[in-house]
């Protein structure tokens, strides 16, 4: 019996380790899944049809389009509390906070307020990390294998932030061409005004 325990105690510690290790390695903003089962991620340019000047000093031949991202991910109330659902079965899976709602509710419920609050956040997959990301879709799907779990796919798209800036412009006295350099000015409100016409366009226009 000795001889057993420093082993399941060994066991338990991996797997501590290793819930820390998939929590960490991968986030949706500060949302941490429980199990990955897949991440796709997709880059492409967008790439004209029209002939290209060789030598030319603007690429306009081709831009980067935002990158996407797929991830299917899965929450569990049993890994919520660090333990095998093969030991407690329903228990674990009727845990519920103070407000009376479900680790599963809640963890549902803060991926559809991220995509809600529409703001820009990381995301980090195994492979790569992302910025300045959106929660494009969100697809859950509930059946006899997931009713005590979330199993999400996520699709996230990068929405490209540039900066800009705003400069003054010199007097219009000091511009060698100021009706294509000044600045827009407002001229108030224009009436139209009458068009003289001639005896000969007043006739035909009679005429017709």
């Known amino acids: 019996m000795a001889s057993i325990l420093p082993g399941l105690a060994l066991g338990a510690a991996a797997g501590v380790l290793d819930t820390l290790l998939i929590r960490q390695n991968r986030s949706i903003a500060n949302i941490f899944p429980d199990v990955t089962v897949e991440e796709v991620h997709f880059d492409e340019l967008e790439i004209t049809n029209h ?11 081709c831009f980067k389009r935002p990158a996407e991202l797929t991830m299917r991910v899965g929450w569990s109330p049993s890994r919520a509390i ?10 674990t899976s009727r845990i519920t906070d103070i407000t009376g709602r479900g680790y599963i509710e809640d963890t549902y419920q803060d991926l ?5 609050a529409r703001e820009p956040f990381d995301v980090v997959t195994g492979k790569r990390a992302y910025s300045n990301m959106l929660l494009r879709s969100l697809t859950v799907t509930t059946d006899k294998t997931s ?10 798209q990068e929405v490209i932030i540039v900066a800009t800036q705003t400069t003054t412009l010199p007097p219009l006295a000091s511009q060698a061409t100021p009706q294509a350099t ?26 017709s």
């Open 82 to 91: 660090g333990s095998s659902p093969n030991l407690l079965g329903d228990i």
């Open 112 to 116: 559809l307020d991220l995509q809600e």
């Open 147 to 156: 009713e005590n779990a979330l199993m999400v796919e996520a699709r996230f």
């Open 51 to 61: 002939p290209v000047e060789q030598g030319a000093a603007i690429s306009d031949h």
């Open 182 to 207: 000044g600045a827009v000015v407002d001229g108030g409100s224009k009436q139209p005004q009458p068009v003289n016409q001639s005896i000969l366009s007043q006739i035909l226009g009679g005429g």
